[in-house]
């Protein structure tokens, strides 16, 4: 007989096993994350998330009989009251057991409707970005800026008092006390005492005396290695050790700009916020702390909540300098270039009064593509100007993004054509800097 | 004592282990396959459910879809794990889990490496059907062979077929012909040598030649017929007869058809192997009380699981409408014993060849060898068993709007119910029977099924549609299934696949 413990041995034996299921419901997966996607909140989109799928997309078939008509019988456990011929209602569901019929096949496949994965979040946003080729492309894009922080990096002997490390110089100090022999205050104490003692008595006896002289001699020496050897000496203290280090800024904040003018419908919204959500889940890959800022205009612009941002209808006319202002406004109140990736993404019509549009084009050109990482204009369908392609907004964007490459501009005009334009907006990016190298 | 409270080390286990040998072996005198004991986490106990309890499998995605499964169950708390898993091999496994108490790890031992063991060992089914002594080694084989195909020809491809067969895989086994043990040594060694010869026949230049344009003129030329029909192991006909698979798919579906055949007997036999082990730790559990080798504390918590274990609720309580097969298989198991010693009238007039025989020990071990659950119900089932547990039968005939209660524990009852329930473990009337009937071989070379059956009575039509598309895929061609009424030789439904 073996007694073997196996719990030592290599876990996850059934990674692969589970990456291969994943894979093979791989598309049933992914439109079940595009759901949870969208009818979560942006917010909550990019947590870890247990999505169901169809039961029948992981369905192993066998041949197996069904029972759905003649006669079958079967045997129950627990009668308490029945006797032969009575009668029981046949229970909702078929009936009321599976004695006779079905084999064993169908107890795997039937019960089931839908089946539960729990996937972590960067499996999450794997299967989310996966047909959009994304990671790969847009991590050469996003530039990362750096800053310099202290960090811990131990200790060391010298440094300022304030980041004296107590607890490991008290640590020092008591092995060097304890290796040098340095006596004990209170062995001092107790000797001067007793020579005290033996001082007071008047006759003082001749081995009293030795033992005063003996008392005295240790006093002097006990005292003299107290004063060589200090309590804390300068070898005894720590100081905790910071060296700069270059850090990427792991945050980011992202302006969404939204026109939510009359001309402005629930359906363009719509896809307005698609678009959002998706930049939003994409970035929140790759920053740590990601901030959003919802800017809403009409004529005037303000700053709101995402529910207001979404739901909150306005109506009014179109003036997009106003929320590019405002978006200034802030940047430089809360969201510093030297500390903050910033990226905005604007889904308008395209409409916007004539007279604003030089405003735009100055304020795009001179103050916000030099310091943004990434604009993304959406134009989403309704007013014949995006047929004509020459919508006001779009005329004035169109000129500044031949040669600004951050600015990137598209037309959307259908809910379905959301994923192509944002991996477009990407992949653009990346075959131009191919043709520049 | 062999040890006292809770906790457990593997020199208790040791003690217990072999305290419990010695009951086992020279007071009840089974018969084991040597032990192996193995004590695993609740991690590593979700991956013996997924790979149904052997230690070695090949990877295949509805591995990972039972895992996933299985975790999710556990994780929301919906499902506990078992407190061991034992495997039908030589050496016998038994996977104890580390949470166990001490008094949980000595009846689990007396369960699994002991109730089970005997009666893997003992069982004739087991004996006819099994070859423990190479599983081990056999599933190694397919794994690494597996593994070697999917390294060759891509993981694709490999599922492809592991798909299909498994699809196939209640069509793998010689019901009916007889069924000779698997010599599984044999079958690692040979899938080696043609491994090696093809290695030794490999020509790169053969790669160069131009493909035929026709299949004509293939392994099976036109002429040839396919002997040995109508064939019920479906699996077993295509590894020797579908004109398209190439070597390596043949192989991985004798994999897949082996393995099956390898768990056939399992269900078959699941009331009394669960019975004889709770009998079985029971006993001993008892006995080493008795000994004074377990504490009054060990003992109460061996009958609070023991009872946990084997209650059976009442049909209308929850947990499902069957049989809890511990329940049942105990329930009987005792009352085998209880004839043997203390008959009633009753029991001499049922049991007459064995109750008030004074043997219980060889009479529970001659049914544990010779029967399997349908036989064993239809022999020994008792009238007090029927009445302890209450059972009564329905008659669900789907023309009428309710069910009829027609039998009950009474002296009319009995004979009834034990024919049903003896019924509902019949392997034979639970498979479906699906036979290869014909395959016109110089024409358009469709495989034809036959389903016989009864009305109402037919094959669930989505799966059996999936399945036959997992045949062709397989067969290569087109292939129809029709059900007939067995009585009759009618129509009653067709399916077709290509």
Not at chain 2, 36 to 47: A, N
Request: aromatic share 8%; hydrophobic share 35%.
């Amino acid at each position: 007989m073996d007694i073997i413990d196996r719990r030592p041995n290599p876990h996850g034996k059934n990674t692969e096993n589970r990456r291969r299921v994943l894979a093979r419901a791989r598309d049933a997966v992914q439109s079940a994350v595009r759901t949870a996607v969208a009818q979560g909140r942006i917010r909550d989109s990019a947590q870890g998330n247990t999505v169901s799928i169809p039961a029948d997309v992981l369905h192993e078939p066998s041949f197996h009989r069904t029972f759905e008509q003649g006669v079958r019988q079967f045997v129950l456990p627990g009668n308490r009251e029945f006797i032969p011929g009575d009668r029981l209602r046949r229970p909702p569901g078929g009936a009321g057991g599976q004695g006779g019929g079905e084999g064993d096949a169908s107890a795997e496949g039937g019960g089931e409707d839908s089946y539960r994965f729990i996937l972590s979040r960067d499996e999450f946003l794997d299967l989310f970005f996966d047909d959009l080729e994304l990671p790969d492309l847009v991590r050469r894009e996003i530039a990362v800026a750096t800053t310099t922080a202290n960090q811990r990096a131990g200790l060391s002997s010298e440094g300022s008092p304030s980041q004296v490390d107590l607890g490991r110089t008290m640590r020092h100090s008591i092995a060097r006390r304890i290796g040098l022999k340095r006596p004990k205050p209170e062995r001092l104490r107790e000797i001067e005492a007793e020579i005290e003692e033996l001082e007071a008595k008047k006759p003082l006896l001749p081995e009293a005396y030795e033992r005063l002289q003996l008392l005295r001699d240790e006093r002097s020496a006990l005292s003299q290695r107290l004063g060589r050897i200090p309590w804390v000496d300068p070898v005894d203290l720590r100081y905790r050790r910071f060296t700069p280090t270059p850090k990427p800024t792991t945050q980011a904040v992202m302006f969404c700009i939204m026109d939510v003018s009359g001309s402005m419908t629930e359906k363009m919204k719509e896809l307005g916020k698609q678009f959002f959500l998706l930049l939003h889940v994409f970035l929140e890959r790759r920053y740590e702390k990601l901030d959003i800022v919802f800017i809403r205009h009409a004529e005037t612009a303000e700053e709101v909540d995402e529910e207001t941002f979404f739901t909150d209808p306005r109506t009014g006319g179109t003036v997009v300098s106003t929320a590019l202002e405002l978006m200034i406004d802030i940047q430089k109140a809360r969201y510093p270039v030297s500390q903050w990736n910033i990226y905005a993404a604007q889904a308008s019509d395209g409409d916007n009064i004539a007279s604003d549009t030089p405003i735009v084009a100055s304020q795009m050109a001179e103050r916000i593509l030099p310091i943004i990482q990434y604009f993304a204009y959406i134009e989403v369908a309704g007013s014949g100007a995006i047929i004509r392609n020459d919508s006001d907004l779009w005329r004035c964007y169109r000129g500044l993004a031949e040669t600004h490459a951050q600015l990137a501009i598209r037309q959307v005009r259908d809910r379905r054509e959301i994923f192509p334009v944002f991996r477009d907006l990407f992949a653009r990016r990346e075959a131009e800097q191919l043709r520049g190298a | 004592m062999l040890y006292t409270g809770t906790d457990w080390n593997f020199s208790i286990l040791r003690n217990c282990f072999h305290a419990i040998e010695e009951i086992a072996h020279n007071e009840l005198g089974l018969e084991t396959f040597p032990n192996r004991i193995e004590v695993i986490t609740s991690e590593q106990m979700l991956d013996v459910y997924t790979s149904h309890g052997m230690p070695i499998s090949y990877p295949h995605w509805s591995a990972g879809k039972r895992f996933v499964g299985h975790e999710n169950s556990y994780k929301r708390g919906l499902m506990g794990l078992a407190y061991e898993v034992v495997i039908n091999s030589s050496p016998c496994i038994s996977y104890l889990m580390e949470e166990n108490t001490a008094t949980m790890q000595a009846l689990v031992i007396a369960h699994a490496a002991f109730g089970h063991n005997h009666f893997f060992r003992n069982n004739r089914l087991f004996r006819e059907w099994t070859d423990p002594t190479q599983i081990l080694n056999y599933l190694e084989f397919a794994r690494s062979y597996i593994a070697k195909c999917e390294e060759r020809h891509g993981i694709r491809a490999v599922e492809r077929i592991l798909d299909a067969a498994h699809a196939l895989q209640g069509q793998g086994v010689d019901r009916h012909t007889g069924n000779k043990r698997l010599d599984l040594k044999h079958e690692s060694d040979r899938a080696r040598e043609r491994r090696a010869y093809e290695d030794s026949q490999y020509n790169d230049l053969w790669r160069t030649l131009p493909d035929r344009e026709t299949d004509a003129g293939d392994v099976n030329s036109s002429d040839t017929p396919i002997g040995g029909l109508p064939e019920e192991n479906i699996l077993y006909f295509l590894e020797k007869n579908a004109p398209r698979l190439e070597p390596w798919e043949r192989e991985i579906i004798r994999i897949v058809r082996l393995t099956a055949q390898y768990f056939y007997p399992q269900p078959q036999v699941k009331v009394m192997n669960e019975g004889c082990a709770t009998w079985t730790h029971n006993v001993i559990m008892h006995r080493l009380h008795r000994k004074g080798l377990i504490d009054d504390a060990a003992i109460m918590e061996a009958i609070h699981s023991t009872t946990n274990v084997i209650t059976q609720r009442g049909f209308d309580e929850g947990g499902g409408p069957g049989f809890n097969p511990y329940a049942l298989g105990l329930a009987m198991m005792n009352d085998i014993a209880r004839m043997c010693e203390n008959p009633t009238e009753e029991d001499r007039a049922w049991f007459p060849d064995f109750a008030g025989n004074g043997d219980p020990l060889g009479t529970l071990k001659h049914a544990w060898a010779e029967y399997r659950d349908e036989s064993f119900i239809q022999q020994f089932l008792s009238p007090k068993v029927i009445r302890d547990l209450r059972l009564f039968r329905l008659t669900d005939d789907a023309a009428q709007p309710y069910l009829l209660v027609d039998a009950i524990h009474n002296e009319a009852g009995y004979r009834d119910i034990r024919r049903s329930v003896a019924a509902s473990y019949d392997p034979g009337s639970l498979a479906e029977e699906i036979e290869i009937v014909g395959v016109d071989l110089s024409g358009d070379r469709v495989l034809k099924l036959e389903h016989r059956t009864r009305p109402g009575h037919l094959l669930h039509a989505t799966d059996a549609r999936l399945t036959l598309g997992h045949l062709a895929e397989l067969w290569g061609y087109g292939v129809a299934l029709k059900e007939i009424d067995s009585q009759n030789g009618k129509e009653l439904a067709s399916y077709h696949a290509a």
